[in-house]
């Protein structure tokens, strides 16, 4: 059975993590805050406490999973600091995950996010795609579909896992 890490397990996430179990995956989904990580658990997902803008704190999670999904299209905070998320911590993300098990790399390239930011990080998964020969898969439909949102992430999932 392959292990999704969820990185952004909040109301998206946990409806993913949610559909991706039903699937039959095992599913471990992150939260920035101690707080949330009992909501996490009750999705039948496995807790972790980390967080995206500090990389050391998300590695060790990465540990037997297969797709890691990075959930960050809907971030809010300061401009530079969500604009981080998608470019340089994505990008030292994606060059970290080749010494791990993870086979495929899952980026939400839509949300209210800055479409500037979010345009750049589905390059960086892309480029990573080709130079490291790791399935990846965009979730391009905008989280205020729901239904299309979930849809096109769990077919994201599906198709990183199948390459």
Do not use: F, K
């Amino acid at each position: 059975m392959a292990r999704v890490l969820v990185v952004g397990c909040g109301c998206r996430g946990g409806e993913l993590a949610i559909a991706l179990l039903e699937r039959g995956y095992a599913v471990r989904g992150t939260s920035r805050r101690r707080v949330r990580l009992g909501e996490i658990e009750a999705l039948g997902a496995e807790p972790a406490l980390a967080d995206p803008d500090r990389l050391a704190t998300l590695l060790p999670n990465l540990e037997g999973v297969s797709a890691l999904c990075w959930l960050m299209g809907n971030a809010t905070g300061e401009p530079e600091a969500v604009a981080a998320l998608h470019e340089v911590r994505l990008e030292a993300l994606a060059e970290s995950l080749v010494d791990t098990h993870v086979r495929g790399l899952v980026y939400e390239a839509a949300g209210t996010a800055d479409p500037a930011a979010l345009a750049r990080g589905a390059e960086i998964a892309t480029a990573a795609q080709a130079a490291h020969r790791m399935p990846v898969a965009l979730i391009e439909t905008p989280p205020a579909d729901h239904a299309g949102w979930l849809a096109d992430a769990v077919r994201a999932v599906d198709e990183v896992l199948a390459a």
